[in-house]
């Protein structure tokens, strides 16, 4: 197996764990709040519900923000330049 191959398995495995990390995380810190305020401020056990919404939407949106970023990487590794295509900085 070459470096090349290897790097980029590698950085496919650390997109996945991110995506993995950006599902998780914030559904756990919106619970770990409303945790906090059932024990410390005696609200019901409601909370929870809202909490989870409330999670599960922060989940979605970075987990999409995520999907958009990988979309926009591979879309710059696809784009290929014509030589004959006039630039900016090419006029001639």
Not at 10 to 37: E, K, R, T
């Amino acid at each position: 197996m070459q470096f090349k191959d290897l790097s980029k398995l590698l950085s496919q495995f650390a997109m996945v764990g991110q995506l993995g990390l950006s599902l998780l995380m914030p559904l756990l810190l919106c619970m770990f709040a409303c945790y906090l305020l059932c024990t410390k401020l005696s609200v019901g056990a409601w909370v929870y519900i809202p909490g989870f919404i409330l999670g599960l939407g922060g989940s979605m949106t970075t987990a999409y923000k995520v999907y958009l970023s990988v979309i926009r990487r591979e879309e710059k590794k696809k784009r290929v330049r014509d030589p004959k295509e006039v630039y900016f900085n090419k006029h001639i």
